[in-house]
């Protein structure tokens, strides 16, 4: 079983699972879920790795982590800040691994702090995403008016977790109940007899800022450390080929690897298990 920990970063504080090895010496492996996920996205896949130190984040606003000040956005930006300030309190180097939105987030760790990072593996992600430049100023003014409206609104409510798990089964991206449900377990709270999640609803507001493929590739550019790309037969780039291509051709020795399974492949217990395997595989060559 896992073991919680909090990190205290002075500017906010991460919870996060942790599956130890016991070993003085292992090397640790630092996991990044997507958004609105939590740590428990990687409870299938972590098991998988036991003479390592496994640790897996609640991302700030997710789970059971520290939500962001009123008035905040939660900018790519910010979480890698959180993640290399959390990497800083070890010497160590980690394999960080990310997934979704954590793949952007760990693309910009590796870029900003390569000194931390001995290696990449990003599952069903090709980074940040991006807009035109000429898409700015719109968006940023749809982000500030909904940041402006904001209220104290109660999250959507059930009453029952079976029925939240149910919610979250047929979400953006579809999941079994075996992955749903750690994700709901984790990452949502029974208050006056109703379930509802823990995750910060500013989460859902529009990013106010997003780069454009220039300054994403300028990231890209400065990753050092060897990098694998799992993706998904039916995720969400399935059908974006072309998407795929221009993001492999960006990086320097990058392994790709196209696996069975849907957008959270390492976290459905069917397909979780050949995941490991192409992420052990790529650590033991490396």
Partial sequence: MPQET???LGHTKLAALQWLSGKDDAQPILLLHGWLDN???????APNFKEYDVTALDLAGHGRSQHRPPGS??????YALDVISLLQQSQQPVWLMGHSMGG???????????EKVR???VLDSLGPATAQPHERVKTMRRAIQKMLKQRAARSAQYTTQAALIEARMQGFTKLS????KPLVERGADCVGGEWS???????????PFRMDDAAVTAYIDEIQCPTLLLLAKQGIFQNALQEVQQSVAAFKGLTLEWLPGNHHFHLEPDTS???AQEIRQFIDQN
């Avoid at 956005?73 to 910010?78: L, N, P, R």
């Avoid at 999640?197 to 990013?207: C, E, N, T, V």
Wanted: hydrophobic letters at 55%; aromatic letters at 16%.
């Fill in 119 to 121: 290696g990449l593996i």
């Fill in 197 to 207: 999640w823990r995750a910060d609803q500013k989460l859902s507001y529009p990013s």
């Fill in 73 to 78: 956005f939660y900018h790519m930006w910010d």
């Fill in 104 to 114: 952007g987030v760990a693309m910009l760790v590796a870029a900003l702090a390569p």
């Fill in 273 to 275: 298990l050949q995941v």
């Fill in 177 to 180: 109940y075996a992955a749903a």
């Fill in 6 to 8: 909090t990190y205290c």
């Fill in 39 to 45: 740590a428990a996205s990687f409870c299938h896949l």
